[in-house]
């Protein structure tokens, strides 16, 4: 059976992410613009392959003919790639990109030195999201000599090592002479694939929604609003029943959502039913004014029958990133300090109600509320100089 796994690549946009990613969805990339102009397709994830298993040798590769032996290879999974943007005040974004990819690229150029402000900052989402399959893809290792290439290793070997990520693999590839891709797919077939949950468990994370109908188009054929994310748990399929958390806020109250699953699009095509590790496009039957321009982003969507919690205070037990809190913030978590904070898909700006050891509780802001679960992780950024820096997460106990 072919299974279905999300990764995240990770790195600066500097540091050669984008070349690496054309290197590995080569065969994909025109069958992605036929599949993005039908419209519905969920643009959080930005580029998808498909990954062949040799029956002779068991290497991974991007055709069916096997990129080691040239024996046959057969389709084993298909890898959808996030979009984690490298610049600085989009870090945020990528916490809910982390929450949905079972492994992560993380790209590091070896003409700098390891690590960048910003790679730290990477490999920290990626422990606080608990991604546990990773690799380093070291690039531009062309431009600098053999010893610096080594050192550079040697850099990346003890940084990945003092962040709790010993003997992760670290591969130089040259991307635009295809050199070691096929290395670094040997490592992305050994992520483990998410675990298929029963079906009734339900949580479906929208992290985008859009309505694609062209403007002017008459009443009677409009098309459902559509919502763009991922399962984090159980299955969909079209003509399920699903109710959306917490809906939209109408005369101060919430009113959660209910709809049918009209279609759902995959960058692989149309599925009929899904399970984790595919980010997709769910068409409904919802009026398309209340999914357009992120309307619903943030969003969780289960069974009405096992609704979330709905949270406007959130407890939490607090673990700071505590390099970064000694070396960045001058002051530990403080009362009525406003923080961002994610949960799942959303992204809600609270207050810090107390503070009193690990236990920290914090109120929403604006009326918003977290739909959740006790024990979900919540991931905490504070402001430093007008931008939010990740400082620490915690699991919500209530
Ligand atoms: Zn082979």
Redesign the pocket.
């Given at each position: 059976m072919v299974e279905d796994i999300i990764i995240d690549v990770v790195g600066s946009f500097s540091d050669g992410k984008t070349t690496l990613v054309r290197a590995l969805t080569s065969e994909s990339t025109l069958r992605h613009s036929e599949e993005r102009k039908r419209g519905i397709t969920i643009r959080l994830g930005y580029a998808h392959f498909m990954l062949y298993k040799?029956v002779?040798?068991a290497?991974f590769s991007r055709n069916s003919k096997?990129e080691?032996?040239?024996?046959e290879?057969i389709e084993q999974r298909r890898v959808s790639i996030i979009d984690s943007p490298g610049h600085k005040t989009l870090m945020t974004i990528m916490l809910s990109g982390a929450a949905l990819a079972s492994g992560a690229i993380l790209v590091i150029a070896a003409n700098q030195k390891c690590p960048q402000p910003q790679t730290l900052e990477h490999l920290e989402t990626l422990k606080i999201m608990g991604v546990k399959n990773l690799v380093v893809a070291q690039t531009k290792v062309d431009v600098i000599g053999k010893e610096r290439a080594k050192e550079n290793k040697a850099e990346i070997e003890a940084f990945m090592k003092s962040n709790g990520f010993e003997g992760i693999k670290i591969i130089p590839v040259f991307s635009i002479h295809d050199v070691n891709i096929v290395e670094l797919l040997q490592e992305v077939g050994r992520f483990s694939a998410p675990k298929a949950s029963s079906k009734e468990e339900l949580s479906f994370l929208v992290v985008r929604s859009f309505d694609v109908n062209k403007p002017g188009t008459p009443i009677k054929e409009l098309g459902g609003g559509v919502l763009g994310g991922a399962l984090k748990n159980g299955g969909l399929k079209v003509g399920d029943k699903i109710t959306i958390y917490p809906g939209v806020f109408l005369r101060n109250v919430w009113e959660p959502l209910k709809t049918k699953v009209v279609q759902i699009q995959s960058e692989f095509g149309s599925e009929k039913e899904i399970h984790g590790g595919l980010t997709v496009g769910v068409k409904t039957s919802l009026d398309p004014s209340i999914t357009r321009r992120d309307g619903l982003a943030g969003s969780l969507a289960t069974f009405a029958d096992k609704p979330p919690i709905l949270k406007s205070k959130i407890n939490i037990m607090y673990s700071s990133l505590t390099e970064r809190e000694k070396t960045m913030f001058k002051k530990p978590l403080q009362k009525n300090e406003i923080v961002l904070i994610n949960v799942l898909a959303s992204k809600v700006l609270g207050t810090v109600f107390s503070v009193s050891g690990d236990k920290v509780a914090i109120i929403m802001n604006n009326n918003a509320q977290i739909p959740c679960y006790n024990g979900d992780k919540a991931v905490i950024s504070r402001k430093l100089d007008n931008v939010w820096v990740l400082s620490g997460s915690g699991l919500i106990y209530d």
């Open positions: 040799c002779k040798c290497s096997c080691v032996c040239g024996g290879a």
